[in-house]
């Protein structure tokens, strides 16, 4: 079972969940200090968080009063409610870890929930992950898998944060920009296989009958095996070969919407093959050992400038950028630099319809629109075969540039797909949330180039 920590992000540092316990309904939830008798000022804001009706955890965990205890004061605002709520739930699930030692997963959240369980925008995101950053470093090299939550509204400042500290985002397991709380519970909290529940509800009416054999309990089993087989069967074989088609016809968006819609609102048949379809999908997807995602530098031949590269009169000379982490390249230097190629290729056994796209993330000051736009490409790569984006680099550049790269590789078309997924320059295809690219059959990957100038 995962045991998962959650800090609360706040302008003074972050705030550790150490403990969250039901209390009697007479009296009011309450939040003290590091598990002494100090209640916080914000005390009654959570109490008005939790007890309907202006409370949103009463309606869905069924309890209205809590004590809470964190490691550190928790100032006023409304940012500490997506950690809250986050911590509820996990309790409810039995997940939440009490240290961080025993954590395998850490939750970094910063968010406001309204009554309509939306993510709102909140102020100093930026701030609360500069004061975060070594810790969550210390974390992920501990083996903890740190997961970031914030509201989709702060996208661009995230985004510029994980930029300005490299180190800090190599130590991020996902960053899940968030519209409401039930992205928080798809994206990060595992749901468990309609079967697998079926079974486990029989084994535990069998242990509540000390008497009943194990002949019976088989019987049981086979029998309620026999059953899911007849039953289910047909229904979910039926979702399934529709499901495919769409898959195999590039309708991603329909079909991811489809399933989506079908876990939450389906038949009982209708969500087993909802759950069923990812590892369904997964059987004939290319995985990322099939992904090979390459940079090569192109400098000009000894003896000549960069300007014939610049106007496609030369090829360049070639040499291969190393990986520094897995999501990124080597740093380049811009001295003799002409520019770089972007390659996908094909290194496994079947054809797959790969999506490549770069695109400046930061840093670069572009004289035309055009400029701004270094490309997408799309192709059907047979084995061995490559799909490539040649970027020039500006002779003008004054500051340091870093080109995001992204790739998405899947067995149907997914041109389309690919900038759905994408979205804006400042949009990563793995911000698609990893259960969503298992119903997809895709595999996405992201990348990072900087490239630097020579000191002076």
Sequence with gaps: MNKVSVLIATTDGPVQVQRLAEEDPEVRSVICLNGTSEALPISAAYDAFVRKPTGVIERLFGHPVFRMDVSAKISDGHSWQLGIFAAHALHARGELAERLEDATHVLWLTGEVNNDHEVKRVDHVAKKLELSAAMLCGLAEGGGKVILGYPKGNVDEVEHAL?????????????????????????????????????????EINEKNPGSSKLRLAGIVAALALVLAGVLGWNMFGEISRWRAMAASGAYEKLLFDIENIKNNGCLMCRAAARVYPVVAGWRSSGQGDLELTASEIHAPAGRSCSPFRFDRIDGEERLLDVASPRRFADSSIDGLCGVLYRIRNAGSRPFHAFLRVRPRSAI?????????NGARYALLAPGKTLAIRVKIPEWLRRDVIYGIHAIIGEGPINDVGRWAIGDDRTKPDRLRKSQLAILGLTARSMVHRVRLIEK
């Design 163 to 203: 930029t300005e500290d490299p180190g800090l985002a190599d130590a991020i397991f996902q960053a899940a920009p968030l519209e409401s709380t039930n992205d928080l519970f798809v994206s990060l909290f595992l749901e468990d296989e309609a079967t697998v529940s079926i079974v486990a509800n029989a084994v």
């Design 365 to 373: 000051q572009n004289r035309a629109p055009a400029q701004r736009r």
